[in-house]
């Protein structure tokens, strides 16, 4: 029986590794670039991204502007990105053509340092390629996928990997590479270090995914647990998101509805520098992003999204008297939006420093370790011209115990469960045109 058991194990562990190694490769490797963002912009972007301190105050954020529109005359400006420090450069985010520019400039002198595509850089593609954004809905609904998946692998592993009086391969390795073993325990003792982290890193950024994340969203805001709406109760909201204003909303408050300024009589603006003075007067942390009004009942709403998670916060301001319509603290957000905003820093190395980035850098390596060597395993075990798919037990009944359960964590995230249901036809399908093969 406890033969019977490891291959239907064997089996799922085979095409749960089968569908997720090439995205768990290309997560793992723009998930350690994106770690290092912050230092990649600081030395390979330096000249747009850093700037001397001097002694004099930066020139206003009106006049910044005014410099950045100058390089497209007909772009109108969306958001302003104050220095996160007296070295940084100051950030005008334009739109011409539907199309949203960074124009990265020197804050004491106006000068601008660089003009970029938002959607051409670093940093931004590697975001899009993490998220599977660059190739629509459905293809990020694959890292949802993905996602269960990996946590089905690490369950199956584990059996897999449990020794069983076993003495090599647990936390040592055999032999070496020219034969396969030398892999196998590498792909073992590989996953029972990375385990947990691939197991956490799947965890964290669920969240983010298209159909689980966002019942989750919108299942801790009917709770009371994500969102304070009781901060909108008595204001006038408009339809547009929070997260289409700024880039920095983060994840509980993405969704949440941007406020409504109220006309005054006459309708005069109080302008984006003395905006950016009532926010610094609220304490709003340095480098946040502030969108400016698109319109008669548009707000100035302003998000600061700094390493330190228990510091963000978002701010909306009326365009004409300056009043926060909306004040958002990370300590007004519900108990769940904390926790999925805690491990979202986490999974992006936002928190303790270098140890994080470090501790996420090694899960990620690791993983891409992990799918190396199982790819190696796979190519030196499968039947020449065959895909090599772990043969089912004999005994039905143990085969449809472990299908279960296997489905019974898919189902724990809508779209997985639906490949495995989707997997599931097509094997049975498949074994119905051929004769079973003996296990």
């Not at 030398?182 to 029972?192: E, P, Y």
């Not at 385990?195 to 994340?213: E, K, M, N, Q, R």
């Not at 920095?248 to 993405?254: D, H, I, K, L």
């Not at 006309?263 to 946040?288: E, K, S, T, W, Y």
């Amino acid at each position: 029986m406890r033969d019977a058991v490891y291959r239907a194990v064997w089996r799922w562990h085979f095409y749960a590794g089968l569908l997720c190694l090439p995205f768990l490769i290309l997560l793992s490797a723009t998930g350690a670039i994106y770690l290092f963002k912050d230092e990649i912009n600081a030395t390979l972007f330096a000249a747009r991204t850093v700037v001397a301190a001097e002694a004099t105050a930066p020139l206003s954020p009106d006049r910044l502007i005014f410099n950045a529109l100058e390089t497209a005359p007909d772009a109108e400006a969306a958001t302003f990105t104050e220095p996160a420090d007296a070295t940084a450069s100051a950030v005008v985010t334009l739109v011409e053509d539907g199309r949203r520019i960074l124009v990265f400039l020197n804050p004491y002198t106006g000068d601008v340092l660089d003009r970029v595509a938002a959607d051409r850089e670093l940093m931004m593609v590697v975001r899009r390629l993490h998220s599977l954004a660059y190739f629509g809905p459905v293809a990020n609904g694959v890292v949802e996928v993905v996602a269960g998946f990996a946590i089905i692998l690490v369950a199956t592993g584990a059996y897999l990997w449990w020794p069983r009086g076993r003495g090599g391969g647990v936390v040592t390795i055999r032999a070496g590479p020219a034969q396969r073993v030398w892999w196998r325990d590498l792909h073992a003792v590989t996953g029972l270090v990375a385990g947990a982290g691939l197991v956490f890193l799947a965890a964290t950024g669920l969240p983010w995914s298209i159909v689980w994340g966002a019942q989750l969203r919108t299942w801790s805001n009917a709770a009371g647990l994500g969102q304070p709406r009781a901060l909108w109760a008595d204001k006038a909201v408009s339809a547009v998101p929070m997260g289409e204003r700024v880039s920095a909303a983060g994840w509980t408050m993405q969704d949440a509805p941007v406020p409504l300024s109220r006309p005054q009589d006459p309708l005069v603006a109080i302008g984006i520098d003395r905006a950016v003075a009532i926010l610094h007067g609220l304490g709003m942390p340095a480098g946040f992003e502030v969108a400016l009004p698109a319109g008669g009942t548009d707000v100035y709403a302003a998000a600061a999204y700094p390493r330190a998670v228990s510091r963000q916060r978002l701010i909306s301001l009326d365009q004409y008297t300056g009043r926060p319509l909306v004040d958002v603290r990370f300590s007004d957000i519900g108990g769940v939006g904390r926790a999925i905003q805690y491990g979202i820093g986490l999974h992006k190395g936002d928190l303790w420093g270098r140890a994080n980035q470090l501790a996420m850098l090694a899960f990620c390596l690791a993983t891409i370790l992990l799918s190396i060597t199982a790819a190696a395993m796979w190519w030196k075990r499968r039947p020449a011209g065959r895909l090599g798919v772990p043969p089912w037990p004999r005994d039905r009944r143990i085969a449809a115990g472990v299908t279960g359960l296997v489905l019974g964590l898919g189902l724990l995230f809508p779209l997985t469960g639906l490949v495995i249901l989707a997997m599931l036809g097509l094997d049975l399908g498949i074994q119905t045109l051929r004769p079973r093969r003996a296990a």
